[in-house]
């Protein structure tokens, strides 16, 4: 069976950005805001951290329970991880997750600052340099078979899509404009020379965009 590389429930504004600028600790999207991003996947039945019983059904809560299907390793950059820049001064960070992070696969984290993997519960990080084509070697060989996920941020995303690396795309486009911050396009035709694409509206407001390599 073919190992695909997948991008699944990344969230765009529609203007294309999929973060806001000045990321801090406390704001891991910077001036974006997650809870008008994701709501959409957080109204749905399958979302993860729900307490209460409800949430809708339909494409929505599909794509967030098809979210962890066949996947055995997961690429993100380091700004996915965390908003600190430069070498690593605080081994004792360890992500914004706590003990148990939604991964529950090997973790492979681009930074040009190297530090000791760690594992927390049934993930472990990997720090690691390198091109995306190598990068994706070590998360394939950790896979064991089965699918990666590019996780994000948006540079990553990108760095991902200009190697032409990435077999399958889900970008939910939220019905908010940030003005500025870290682009993943700017319109999704970019992408139709490599890729055909549905287009989905949802009843939640987000639109879909479905793309499979040509």
Do not use: C
């Not at 962890?68 to 820049?85: D, L, Q, V, Y």
């Amino acid at each position: 069976m073919t190992q695909l590389v997948k991008v699944q429930n990344f969230v765009v504004s529609r203007d294309g950005f999929g973060a806001g600028e000045d990321q801090t600790l406390d704001r891991p999207f910077g001036h974006a805001d997650p809870g008008t991003m994701f709501a959409w996947a957080g109204a749905t039945a399958s979302w993860p951290n729900r307490t209460e019983p409800g949430g809708s059904r339909g494409l929505d809560d599909y794509l967030t329970r098809d979210f962890a299907h066949n996947i055995g390793a997961e690429i993100m950059g380091a700004h996915k991880f965390s908003p600190h820049r430069g070498p690593w001064e605080d081994h004792e960070w360890q992500g914004w997750w706590g003990d148990e992070p939604p991964f529950h696969t090997p973790v492979f984290v681009l930074t040009h600052h190297e530090r000791p993997s760690f594992t927390l519960s049934d993930t472990t990080f990997h720090f690691v340099s390198g091109e995306p084509a190598d990068v994706l070697r070590l998360a394939k060989e950790a896979a064991q078979g089965k699918d990666v996920r590019i996780g994000g941020g948006a540079t990553t995303v990108r760095a991902f899509l200009d190697a032409d690396l990435i077999d399958t795309l889900h970008v939910a486009v939220a019905p908010v404009d940030l003005g500025h911050g870290v682009a993943l396009w700017k319109s999704p035709d970019e992408l139709l020379d490599r890729f055909h694409v549905d287009v989905v509206p949802s009843s939640s407001g987000v639109t879909h965009h479905l793309f499979w390599r040509r």
